[in-house]
T-cell receptor, first 112, second 112 residues
Framework: QQQVKQSPQSLIVQKGGISIINCAYE??????FPWYQQFPGKGPALLIA?????SEKKEGRFTISFNKSAKQFSLHIMDSQPGDSATYFC???????????FGEGTQLTVNP | KAGVTQTPRYLIKTRGQQVTLSCSPI?????VSWYQQTPGQGLQFLFE???????NKGNFPGRFSGRQFSNSRSEMNVSTLELGDSALYLC???????????FGDGTRLSIL
């Protein structure tokens, strides 16, 4: 019940295209859903996060869509750029909690 | 503002030895969490410290321990090292516990 399932495992997109990564969770106690971006040799960097009281949040080219009833959330990267090539992780934590449960990660490659 | 600093960046140890990793959180952050990242298991929560007290613990054996000092700096210790302990160990800090968490670049531990 603590798992977060992420798909796809890898994704190849052309420059300018839309990258979409999906996550699903089971634990209804989860209250905070961040996305992290990780480059080789670096730690995960927080991209954008959402709480269940909103269905969508946008920051620049990055948008989170959240479906509370389906217990799913997704990351959309608009106008994908080669510099976006990285591994993306979704995560979830309970209200007020610091314990992040991570998805398996998606290796995104944006071809020029 | 300096980010989360982890030292050392790389460590090579042999089986049976013990190791201590260090984490300096972002200035003002009082919560420090530790995660283990491996290709097979992904990112897994180890433990969280807040105000020098362990507040949460993941599913790792007792060989993994940690502590936090009054200046919020944290150390993580692994005793009786096993080959399977080879991983990237990540530290994350947050304001008063909860979210958002900001990660350091990790310590790469290799066990020979």
């Amino acid at each position: 019940q603590q798992q977060v399932k992420q798909s796809p495992q890898s994704l190849i997109v052309q420059k300018g295209g839309i990258s979409i990564i999906n996550c699903a969770y089971e634990n209804t106690a989860f209250d905070y859903f961040p996305w992290y971006q990780q480059f080789p040799g670096k730690g995960p960097a927080l991209l954008i996060a959402i709480r269940p009281d909103v269905s969508e949040k946008k920051e620049g080219r990055f948008t989170i869509s959240f479906n509370k009833s389906a217990k799913q959330f997704s990351l959309h990267i608009m106008d994908s750029q080669p510099g976006d090539s990285a591994t993306y992780f979704c995560a979830a934590s309970p209200e007020g909690g610091s314990r992040l449960t991570f998805g398996e990660g998606t290796q995104l490659t944006v071809n020029p | 503002k300096a980010g989360v600093t982890q030292t050392p960046r790389y460590l090579i140890k042999t089986r049976g030895q013990q190791v201590t990793l260090s984490c300096s959180p972002i200035s003002g952050h009082r919560s420090v969490s530790w995660y283990q990242q491996t290709p097979g298991q992904g990112l897994q929560f180890l433990f969280e410290y807040f105000s020098e007290t362990q507040r949460n613990k993941g599913n790792f054996p007792g060989r993994f321990s940690g502590r936090q000092f009054s200046n919020s700096r944290s150390e993580m210790n692994v005793s009786t090292l096993e080959l399977g302990d080879s991983a990237l160990y990540l530290c994350a800090s947050s304001w008063v516990g909860g979210q958002p968490q900001h990660f350091g670049d990790g310590t790469r531990l290799s066990i020979l």
